[in-house]
């Protein structure tokens, strides 16, 4: 058979949804997985907590900041994804130089 067959599929007026779900149960009957799964849901709830944790208080200082300070405040948190951008970018020209 085709690997790559359509999810759902309307037909006749009727819509049928393919699922496989043995898969799913695979993984929910080995301890590893789940395991491995429940930790990186605790590592994402704890990198979300962080998040806001330092991110509203710096959004408050920054709504309250005085109409000058704001766009240094803002540049501030822009920043970090402007650098990594940026680094993306040279390791592109590396890649696609003549001797790259």
Do not use: E
């Amino acid at each position: 058979g085709d690997p790559f067959v359509s999810l759902v599929s309307y037909v006749d007026g009727i819509i049928h949804i393919k699922l496989k779900v043995s898969n799913y149960l695979f993984v929910l009957q080995d301890k590893l997985y789940v395991l491995t799964y429940l930790r990186s849901i605790k590592y994402a709830a704890a990198t979300t907590l962080t998040c806001l944790l330092i991110g509203y208080p710096f959004a408050y200082f920054m709504a309250r900041a005085r109409a000058t300070i704001r766009p240094i405040l803002l540049m501030l948190v822009m920043l970090p994804f402007w650098t990594s951008f940026l680094l993306r970018i040279y390791a592109w020209k590396g890649i696609l130089a003549n001797d790259g």
